[in-house]
């Protein structure tokens, strides 16, 4: 337990390292570094509030313990088992907290969303449940202060849609709903049937984290500059001074050049700004290919094998089945009551990383 106490103990130094940080008028004024470090002195925050609790609880047991061994008076003596007893039940409890809020966090599960579904195997039933679940979304999103923006929609024949994109703002909103990323399947009576018979249809989910702004930075050392006579028409020298700047990024290879300006320094700023936009360029197509090969990934197909979940109407049951986790709460759920499916996903998916760090 000590080499716990002691990983909190520097959790809370870098916490108030970053407290201290974040009042500095230089920080405040670099606003890229102000909100990078206010976001970890949140996020470290729970930890200390943690650390502060467990001191408590240790020295309340600690003095409940020499009251039991030293005191005489038999009342006072069971006050204090019964005050032992629930404090080792609530250290206890607290143990398995702190061991949660010291698992890595994904610095993608802080963003926004974007959450893409798509009707699958069933025709116009599946379109109708792409919008049941849009719904459920919403509703979902409305409970948790999220926001919800609809980018694109393809409504279907008889109502839902065949496709819809929607952006998901708030607090921690990739974290939770990159979850229902998968196939979900229903299974009930559609409404396009006449006969009462169940059918089984599919729509597709898809969620990313919301793209950031690419913040490009260049390194001095990693800069190859040539500096050359300014050329006019027929290639003659226009400029007797090496005013004109060719920028090679090593790393990349990627190359920029400036003669417009008869100022050499000038020159430079306009190369290396072209520069940065040619190395976001390549970032983002980087970035698009993986996004791309994210999206294989997540959804092979939208037919029936491919399922995550399934939403059986005649029982009132959903099932989820990465975790064999059956729920007859359909309706509640359907309505937006999606954290009960959720919140077990994150349980399960945090013990499954507390037993690779455990085996680490």
């Known amino acids: 337990m000590s080499n716990l106490i002691n990983k909190l ?77 629930a404090n080792e039940a609530e250290l206890e409890e607290l143990n398995e907290e702190i061991k949660v809020l010291l698992i890595p966090k994904d610095p993608e599960d802080a963003k926004n969303a974007v959450v893409e579904i ?29 926001k919800i923006a609809v980018v694109d929609e393809h409504e279907g024949t008889n109502g839902g849609f065949k496709e819809i994109v929607f952006e998901v703002e708030g607090e921690d909103v990739y974290g939770v709903l990159k979850y229902e990323a998968g196939v979900h399947r229903v299974q009930r009576v559609p409404q396009t049937e006449t006969q009462g018979r169940v059918h089984t249809s599919a729509a597709s989910v898809m969620v990313f984290p919301e793209a950031e702004e690419f913040d490009v930075e260049i390194k001095e050392s990693d800069l190859r500059v040539d500096s050359y006579c300014s050329s006019g028409p027929g290639g003659q020298s226009v400029n007797t001074t090496y005013s004109a700047i ?53 959804v092979s197909s939208s037919d029936r094998s491919a399922k995550i979940r399934t939403y059986n109407y005649p029982q009132g049951r959903v099932t989820d089945h990465r975790i064999n986790l059956t729920l007859y709460d359909l309706p509640k759920i359907i309505d937006g009551d999606v954290a009960k499916v959720s919140d077990a996903l994150i349980q399960h998916d945090n013990l499954e990383k507390m037993k690779i760090g455990e085996t680490a």
């Open 118 to 146: 798509r009707a699958g195997a069933g025709g116009d039933e599946a379109s109708i449940f792409a919008g049941d679940l849009f719904r459920m979304y919403t509703k979902y999103a409305s409970t948790k202060g999220w």
């Open 246 to 298: 060719r920028l090679t990024h090593i790393p990349t290879g990627v190359v920029a050049q400036c003669q417009d300006q008869k100022s050499k320094l000038k020159n430079y700023d306009k190369a290396l700004s072209v520069l940065r936009s040619r190395i976001y360029e390549l970032e983002l197509q980087k970035k698009n290919e993986a996004d791309a090969e994210l999206r294989k990934n997540m």
């Open 9 to 85: 103990e520097l959790i809370k130094e870098r916490w108030e390292e970053v407290g201290k940080k974040i009042v500095d008028p230089e920080i405040i004024a670099d606003m890229k570094q102000y909100v990078k470090l206010n976001k970890e002195y949140k996020d470290l925050e729970p930890i200390v509030k943690a650390l502060e609790k467990y001191k408590n609880l240790t020295s309340n047991i600690e003095t409940n313990q020499e009251i039991i061994k030293t005191e005489s008076d038999p009342d006072f003596v069971e006050m204090a088992k019964e005050e032992l007893s």
